[in-house]
């Protein structure tokens, strides 16, 4: 019995490289943790890890669609400009324009599925690279934030349109019910819906999809969509948090979630990936960040340890590509 168990577990892990990609990150993480532990009191509290979850809030939410438009097509770099591009026309239309709050709102979401819409056309029209075009139009948004806010900051204080990022249900914060949401959604879409594998075989390998019949320009497109939708359901949460629109908001965003997308092992090849495991690297960041912060670690070196991070994950994105 023993033997066969042995065997078994041989044949499970046949080497240590496969065994580090499947269950390197859960080592990391509870390395980051005792360490943090030891290093400062507050750290393991229940205060605390609430911090942690609200500070991933924004970027999980972004990195939760973004990871189905990897799979299937490609890296979405406006979602930064369109978290801006929310505060921006809330602050424009409602502010400055006398609009009610739910006109904001609608627009601001809808800003975010124009976007994606966008995007997706362009893409699959003119079958361009996702990054060059995300790219140019992540430039166009962010240039009309500030066109809308004349580069002026707007202070938001309206109750519905902070609603997200500062309304708490038994003491939890709504930003952490959106985050959970989205990745249990999503990560059910993946899995165990037609979309979820269509997605999969799209990022697979496009020509063999298309001739089994599968939509693959529409799934492009829904695609980008859902994760411009997502962006300007992440712009909201900051707004709630900030409590004002910054034309300048979410310029780090983009790389933020891309870097917890590759570290929970999805490749930018496509047609591999997990939504959890992406959870799994959005937490790691948010330990990171939180223990340095709890150490007074220099906001320099903070950004230079999530480029080291960014950096790993490339590399380990080309350890799995090469390997398949």
Same mark, same amino acid.
């Given at each position: 019995?023993?033997? *066969?168990?042995?065997?078994?577990?041989?044949?499970?892990?046949?080497?240590?490289?496969?065994?580090?990609?499947?269950?390197?990150? &859960?080592?990391?993480?509870?390395?980051?943790?005792?360490y943090?532990?030891?290093?400062?009191? &507050?750290?393991?509290?229940?205060? %605390?890890?609430?911090?942690?979850?609200?500070?991933?809030?924004? !970027?999980?939410?972004?990195?939760?669609?973004?990871?189905?438009? !990897?799979?299937?097509?490609?890296?979405?770099?406006? /979602?930064?400009? /369109?978290?801006?591009?929310?505060?921006?026309?809330?602050? %424009?239309?409602v502010?400055?324009?006398g609009?009610?709050?739910?006109?904001?709102?609608?627009?601001?979401?809808?800003?975010?599925?124009?976007?994606?819409?966008?995007?997706?056309?362009?893409?699959?029209?003119?079958?361009?690279?996702? &990054?060059?075009?995300?790219?140019?139009?992540?430039?166009?948004?962010?240039?009309?934030?500030?066109?809308?806010?004349?580069?002026?900051?707007?202070?938001?204080?309206? @109750?519905?349109?902070?609603?997200?990022g500062?309304? *708490?249900?038994?003491?939890?914060?709504?930003? !952490?019910?959106?985050?959970?949401v989205?990745?249990?959604?999503?990560?059910?879409? #993946?899995?165990?819906? /037609?979309?979820?594998?269509?997605v999969?075989?799209c990022?697979?390998?496009?020509?063999?999809?298309?001739?089994?019949?599968?939509?693959?320009?529409?799934?492009?497109?829904?695609?980008?969509?859902?994760?411009?939708?997502?962006?300007?359901?992440?712009?909201?949460?900051?707004?709630?948090? #900030?409590?004002?629109?910054? @034309?300048?908001?979410?310029? =780090?965003?983009?790389?933020?979630?891309?870097?917890?997308i590759?570290?929970?092992?999805?490749?930018?090849?496509?047609? #591999?990936? #997990?939504?959890?495991?992406?959870?799994?690297?959005?937490?790691?960041?948010?330990?990171?960040?939180?223990?340095?912060?709890?150490?007074?670690?220099?906001?320099?070196?903070?950004?230079?340890?999530? =480029?080291?991070?960014?950096?790993?994950?490339?590399?380990?994105?080309?350890?799995?590509?090469r390997?398949?």
């Open positions: 019995m023993s033997q *066969r168990l042995l065997a078994g577990v041989r044949s499970h892990f046949s080497s240590p490289k496969e065994f580090f990609v499947r269950y390197g990150l &859960f080592f990391v993480l509870a390395i980051l943790c005792v943090f532990w030891y290093a400062s009191p &507050f750290f393991m509290t229940g205060r %605390n890890f609430i911090n942690i979850f609200v500070s991933i809030s924004v !970027i999980g939410t972004i990195a939760a669609a973004m990871t189905l438009a !990897i799979i299937g097509r490609g890296p979405d770099l406006t /979602v930064g400009a /369109v978290c801006a591009m929310v505060g921006c026309i809330q602050a %424009n239309l502010l400055l324009n609009y009610p709050w739910y006109i904001g709102m609608l627009a601001a979401l809808g800003i975010g599925l124009l976007v994606g819409f966008l995007n997706g056309i362009i893409i699959v029209k003119f079958n361009l690279a996702p &990054f060059i075009v995300t790219l140019g139009m992540m430039n166009v948004v962010r240039g009309l934030c500030f066109v809308l806010t004349n580069g002026l900051a707007h202070f938001i204080n309206i @109750p519905q349109l902070v609603f997200l500062r309304e *708490r249900w038994f003491d939890i914060p709504v930003s !952490i019910v959106v985050l959970v989205c990745f249990i959604a999503f990560e059910f879409i #993946s899995r165990k819906t /037609v979309f979820g594998r269509q999969y075989a990022g697979g390998n496009r020509v063999a999809a298309r001739l089994a019949g599968i939509n693959v320009d529409k799934i492009g497109v829904l695609l980008f969509m859902l994760t411009g939708f997502m962006a300007a359901v992440a712009g909201t949460i900051v707004v709630g948090i #900030s409590g004002a629109a910054l @034309p300048q908001t979410g310029d =780090g965003y983009p790389l933020d979630a891309i870097t917890a590759l570290l929970g092992g999805t490749t930018l090849a496509g047609g #591999s990936g #997990s939504v959890r495991r992406t959870f799994l690297g959005l937490l790691i960041i948010g330990v990171l960040n939180n223990g340095m912060a709890l150490l007074n670690v220099q906001t320099y070196w903070q950004v230079t340890a999530k =480029g080291a991070f960014l950096l790993a994950a490339i590399i380990l994105d080309s350890l799995q590509h390997s398949k």
